[in-house]
């Protein structure tokens, strides 16, 4: 798509007001690039008819909801932070398989959002979708969490409220442009893709708060080292395997984590970014001594495909 930015904005702010009228909607933003130029898009078109929600699911980066909310009250835009922790944590309790954990952040999901929604008077969700979410769930490589009439499912029979997709036309780096277009600061438009079931798909094996709390440390230390790279997306990921190491002159049977680090244009296909050796040798050396469970940090340098970006 040859994307003219200002057209396409004043396209689908036209759109959104046309299809809710009157009425309002609710907006799911997660912080994102996606969510958050979907967000500015449809609060260009509503106003304050839009009410805008962020679930704190216990799956975020450090500090998230103080990070999203203080973004956009700079840009006039009030977020409300739903905490729903728990529930999320009870949904995903004993799952270990891939797909079935996407499904069960689905269901919670779109469950905290319908409530929401009947709450108020909104029958509209608006959401970050965009292309390669829907080709890659269409073609079967994942199911990916926010992806729902594509696979069958009516929302508003399901949850009581219709969805409204602004960008599901466009590749990331077109939705880049647009953010940027739209005024969204810098270091939102140009942040690193972070997917909608968070941490959850950067942990092999059942998602535990103790686990998160090691994968969004590891997470942040990754972050901190690589940031002058700007690379596409980095995280780490915690395994399920073990290895031994030595840690206070003791061997220890501990935990392994994974780097990845990739450039990309739309994330339907990837490059291990080649990392200088200082910085990986500083990564590994932080997250065994800041998360002390772990005795083996490993950098992995599959492209997709043949692997995905993330573990899961
Ligand atoms: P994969 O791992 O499939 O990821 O190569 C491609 C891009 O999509 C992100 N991703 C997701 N985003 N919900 C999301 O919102 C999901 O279920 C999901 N799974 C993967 C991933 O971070 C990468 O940018």
Redesign the pocket.
């Known amino acids: 798509m040859d994307l003219k930015t200002k057209e396409f904005i004043e396209k689908k702010v036209k759109e959104i007001e046309d299809t809710v009228g009157s009425g309002s909607a609710i907006s799911a933003l997660?912080g994102?690039v996606d969510s958050s130029a979907c967000t500015v898009l449809a609060h260009k078109a509503l106003g304050d008819r839009l009410k805008v929600i962020y679930i704190d699911d216990g799956l975020m980066r450090e500090n998230e909801d103080r990070y999203v909310s203080e973004a956009f009250s700079e840009m006039g835009i009030k977020v409300e932070v739903i905490n729903a922790r728990s529930d999320f944590f009870s949904a995903l309790k004993g799952i270990t398989d891939p797909e079935d954990k996407?499904k069960a952040?689905r269901n919670k999901f779109y469950e905290v959002f319908g409530e929401s929604v009947l709450k108020s008077e909104a029958k509209y969700l608006i959401q970050g979708t965009i292309a390669?979410?829907i080709i890659?769930t269409k073609g079967g490589?994942?199911?990916?969490?926010?992806i729902l009439e594509q696979i069958g499912i009516n929302p508003e029979k399901g949850y009581g409220f219709r969805v409204i997709e602004p960008l599901k036309e466009l590749f990331?780096h077109q939705v880049r442009e647009v953010a940027k277009s739209l005024g969204l600061p810098k270091e939102l438009y140009k942040r690193m893709?972070?997917?909608?079931?968070g941490l959850s798909?950067r942990i092999i094996g059942e998602v535990t708060e103790e686990r998160v709390r090691k994968v969004r440390k590891a997470t942040q230390i990754v972050e901190e080292e690589i940031a002058g790279l700007e690379p596409f997306?980095a995280f780490a990921v915690l395994l399920s395997d073990k290895g031994t190491g030595v840690k206070e002159g003791k061997r220890k049977f501990g935990e392994i984590m994974i780097i990845r680090c990739v450039e990309?244009r739309d994330?339907m296909t990837?490059e291990a970014t080649k990392v200088p050796w200082k910085i990986l040798r500083r990564i590994s050396e932080r997250i065994t001594e800041e998360v002390p469970t772990v005795t083996r940090v490993a950098y992995e340098i599959t492209p997709?495909p043949p692997a995905?970006?993330?573990?899961i």
């Open positions: 997660s994102g996407r952040f390669a979410d890659e490589v994942k199911t990916q969490h926010n990331k893709p972070f997917p909608g079931p798909t997306q990309s994330a990837a997709k995905t970006i993330e573990y």
